[in-house]
């Protein structure tokens, strides 16, 4: 990608200008960071299992006619994607007590919500990506209520589907975050899914020994990030066990 102008840099992912006029390509990097990036380490391999493992996902949300950014696979770091306006917001979607609802609200770990909950963050690492409410969103001009009302019907239907498929191979979603944007075609502008749908953004239990599939491996020190998040692409048919397999480990199905 050297040849290509950069255009955003974050703490997992790099955008470069893409192809053709309204595509970027997002490259996957191999940095874990946890903190708003105040813990980073480089997992070597990270970047190509979350390339794949999103594919995957945003291929199967497209064919149900949930629209996203993704275009395709380019090969086993970078997508080709559609050019968004991101908006500045954080949508977490909660089906189980996790992570900061645990300390905020005192509940214990793993207790199952009464319903799925969603949540807006404000992104900007310097504030630690804030909770913001509906009423902040729109009255500071993030995005206009219209705007919230297809943004919450993506996360449902993301959430609906995403349950399905990873409790389908024994894991259960605990919660996921996802990003939206304004995607602009001729006159017309819509919202869609944008970012990635990966380990490092959804929290997932094995359902029988609650062992953890995601990014806490390395927020909580716990060790075995990369096997986790190989086990994950594995349940999900992303990685195949070859014949030699004790010797050369799952490949990746092309």
């Known amino acids: 990608m050297n040849r290509r102008?950069?255009?955003?840099?974050?703490?997992?992912?790099?955008?470069?200008?893409?192809?053709?006029?309204?595509?970027?390509?997002?490259?996957?990097?191999?940095?874990?960071?946890?903190?708003?990036?105040?813990?980073?380490?480089?997992?070597?391999?990270?970047?190509?299992?979350?390339?794949?493992?999103?594919?995957?996902?945003?291929?199967?949300?497209?064919?149900?006619?949930?629209?996203?950014?993704?275009?395709?696979?380019?090969?086993?770091?970078?997508?080709?994607?559609?050019?968004v306006e991101i908006i500045p917001i954080e949508i977490v979607v909660r089906n189980v007590a996790a992570g900061s609802l645990v300390k905020r609200l005192g509940l214990e770990q793993g207790t199952q919500l009464p319903r799925s909950i969603i949540e807006f963050y404000y992104k900007d690492d310097a504030l630690g990506d804030p909770l913001v409410s509906e009423e902040h969103i729109t009255a500071f001009g993030w995005a206009t209520p219209p705007e919230l009302d297809d943004i919450m019907s993506l996360a449902i239907r993301v959430n609906d589907f995403l349950t399905g498929l990873f409790m389908g191979v024994g894991i259960q979603l605990v919660d996921f975050k996802i990003e939206c944007g304004r995607l602009y075609e001729n006159d017309m502008m819509r919202i869609i899914l944008a970012d990635e749908i990966s380990p490092d953004n959804c929290r997932l239990w094995d359902v029988k020994t609650r062992n953890k599939l995601d990014k806490d491996r390395f927020r909580e020190d716990l060790g075995g990030m990369l096997d986790a998040y190989r086990e994950v692409a594995q349940r999900l048919g992303i990685l195949v066990e070859t014949d030699n397999a004790l010797t050369t480990g799952p490949r990746l199905v092309q």
């Open 5 to 83: 102008r950069k255009i955003y840099e974050g703490k997992a992912k790099v955008l470069y200008e893409g192809p053709e006029p309204g595509t970027l390509v997002q490259y996957f990097k191999d940095d874990a960071t946890a903190g708003n990036g105040k813990k980073h380490e480089i997992v070597d391999g990270k970047g190509v299992l979350n390339n794949r493992i999103s594919e995957f996902i945003f291929t199967k949300l497209n064919g149900l006619g949930i629209p996203t950014h993704f275009v395709r696979r380019m090969n086993m770091r970078e997508q080709l994607i559609k050019e």
